[in-house]
């Protein structure tokens, strides 16, 4: 079984915004906004996504769930946000 690890979205030197596991030095992927990369590391597991913006400060994003609901000419996705005001050693649920 992989060890979970954490998932950083840090931005780089030259604009782009990299998904990257704790520890290595490959990123998962590059991005061209910081939302998207946060929406990249939303789907990858891990332990927890930790955001770095450009001025060294650290932030945890909103916990996103997605459902899949059936509908009448498919299914549709519902992306639910949840602000979390746990601390970093509770669980959100």
């Known amino acids: 079984?992989?060890?979970l690890r954490s998932v950083h979205v840090v931005p780089d030197r030259l604009g782009r915004w990299r998904v990257q596991r704790d520890g290595d030095v490959q990123p998962l992927s590059e991005h061209g906004t910081a939302t998207?990369?946060?929406?990249?590391?939303?789907?990858?597991?891990?332990?927890?996504?930790?955001?770095?913006?450009?001025?060294?400060?650290?932030?945890?994003p909103p916990v996103r769930r997605r459902r899949v609901l059936p509908g009448g000419k498919g299914e549709r996705v519902v992306e639910h946000v949840q602000r979390s005001i746990a601390g970093p050693d509770l669980d959100v649920e």
């Open 1 to 3: 079984m992989t060890e």
């Open 36 to 60: 998207e990369a946060e929406r990249a590391a939303a789907n990858e597991p891990a332990i927890e996504i930790v955001v770095h913006d450009r001025y060294c400060r650290i932030r945890r």
